[in-house]
C-alpha cells in the first residue's frame, strides 16, 4: 500500500520557520509530481507548492518568497521549507503525489502560527 507520510509540523512564533517532510513508500517516486496543499478550518484546501519529477516547481501567490519547495529522489521525500510564517500560514498540510490518473495524498500535519 503506498503512503505518504509527513512530518515536522508544530507551533512556532509570527516570524519563525519549519521544515516540513514527506516520506513516500511503495511508489517510483522519481517519477511523480509532488505537492503540498494546506486546509484551514473553514476553508477550502488549497495547493501551497508543487514540484516536478524533472524540478520544476509552482508556488501559491500567498507563499512565493517564503517556501520553498524541493525533493531527494535517493530518499523519496519531498520538503517544504517555511520561512517568515504568518498567523494566516496556520492550516493542516497534506502532501501529494500525482503521476497520471494516480493520486496519493498524506494523513496532514498541523502548523500553527502563534505568539
Known amino acids: 500500500q503506498v503512503q505518504l507520510v509527513e512530518s515536522g509540523g508544530g507551533l512556532v512564533q509570527p516570524g519563525g520557520s519549519l521544515r516540513l517532510s514527506c516520506a513516500a513508500s511503495?511508489?517510483?517516486?522519481?517519477?511523480?509530481?509532488m505537492g503540498w496543499y494546506r486546509q484551514a478550518p473553514g476553508k477550502q484546501r488549497e495547493l501551497v507548492a508543487v514540484?516536478?519529477?524533472?524540478?520544476?516547481?509552482n508556488y501559491a501567490d500567498s507563499v512565493k518568497g517564503r517556501f520553498t519547495i524541493s525533493r531527494d529522489n535517493a530518499k523519496n521525500t519531498v520538503y517544504l521549507q517555511m520561512n517568515s510564517l504568518k498567523p494566516e500560514d496556520t492550516a493542516v498540510y497534506y502532501c501529494?503525489?500525482?503521476?497520471?490518473?494516480?493520486?496519493?495524498w498524506g494523513q496532514g500535519t498541523q502548523v500553527t502560527v502563534s505568539s
Open positions: 501529494n503525489g500525482v503521476h497520471g490518473a494516480l493520486v496519493y
Open positions: 511503495r511508489i517510483i517516486f522519481s517519477i511523480y509530481a
Open positions: 514540484i516536478s519529477s524533472g524540478g520544476s516547481t
